[in-house]
């Protein structure tokens, strides 16, 4: 009988390449896709997304940059289309917590997978511990100083290894779909992952406050493009806000074991080199 091929979107990012490691580990057959991949796949260019999806019964769909991009809700749900159409039968979302842009996009997604009859399961994430070692703050924390405009607010933050696993999880199971809340164990501010990752490395790295305007003006200098500081605008003030500060059991739930901690995930990568 021909095994499940699935179809990992953002295949080479934090959360699609663990995700491409653990089905490969288990033998199961993987597309990865991605702009830079063999098999290239760019959200902008739906000429682009059939070839990605011919031969796939599985998705996992990890929209780039962020689901809080206007219009990203109308992307996503195309391509669940041309998925179905495709023969897809299980779609993944990835997906950000309590936040506007990702539940209008968690709609459409579950609007075309019920009436195609795919099942959906999304995974509703906590803010990645990996951001500070492998995504967007890496470069500053290697530096010595990240400089954000938070300031005392706490977020559970979800090492991206659990992500993959509830992935993994959730594509080869073959119920209904579901919805899953996933987040670290412990809240903690951006100050505290500063002072733990700087215990773990030796290295002397500091968190300073700024207001979102002094942010703006720094980034704009450096050449970011207003859409980019559009969007970490609004990561920064709705999805920051306090709303997401209580942690959840979804990790338990979804994979029947504790959700793994900060501090640990940061000792690993000050132990691989990650900030050296
Ligand atoms: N970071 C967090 O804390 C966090 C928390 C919750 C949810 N999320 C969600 O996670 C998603 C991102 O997933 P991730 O963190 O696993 O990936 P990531 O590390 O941000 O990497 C992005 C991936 O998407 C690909 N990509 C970028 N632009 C693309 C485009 N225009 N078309 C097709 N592929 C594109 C990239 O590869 P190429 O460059 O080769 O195209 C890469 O594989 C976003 O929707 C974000 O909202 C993130």
Redesign the pocket.
């Known amino acids: 009988m021909e095994r499940d091929l699935t179809l990992v ?8 390449s663990r995700i491409v490691q653990r089905l490969r580990a288990r033998g199961e057959p993987v597309r990865v896709a ?4 063999a098999c290239r ?4 260019d739906p000429g682009s997304w059939d070839a990605a999806l011919a031969g796939v019964t599985r998705l996992y769909l ?6 809080a991009v206007p219009g990203a809700d109308r992307t996503v749900a195309a391509f669940t289309r041309r998925a179905a159409a495709a023969g897809v039968g299980r779609v993944v979302l ?3 917590r309590g936040e506007p842009g990702a539940q209008r996009a968690e709609r459409a997604v579950q609007a075309v997978a019920d009436s195609a009859g795919l099942a959906c399961t999304v995974l509703r ?4 511990a990996q ?1 500070f070692s492998e ?1 967007q703050f890496a470069p500053a924390v290697r530096a010595g100083e990240l400089v954000l405009p938070v300031d005392g607010v706490v977020e559970p933050f979800l090492d991206a290894d659990d992500v993959a696993d509830a992935a993994v999880a959730a594509l080869l199971d073959d119920g209904p779909g579901a919805v899953h809340e996933l987040t670290g164990p412990r809240a903690l501010t951006f100050a505290d992952v500063v002072r733990e990752i700087a215990a773990a490395s030796g290295r002397p790295v500091t968190f300073r406050s700024v207001s979102l305007a002094d942010f703006r003006v720094d980034l704009a200098a450096q050449g970011v493009p207003d859409d980019v500081l559009d969007l970490l605008a609004h990561l920064f003030t709705e999805v920051l806000d306090g709303r997401n500060a209580r942690p959840t059991d979804g990790v338990q739930q979804l994979l029947g074991r504790p959700a793994g901690g900060l501090v640990d995930q940061v000792r690993r990568s000050a132990a691989a080199g990650a900030w050296s």
Do not use: H, I, Q, V
């Open positions: 979107t953002g295949g080479t990012g934090m959360t699609g991605s702009r830079s991949s796949l760019d959200w902008d990890a929209y780039a940059p962020d689901l990835l997906s950000g994430c906590s803010w990645f951001n995504g």
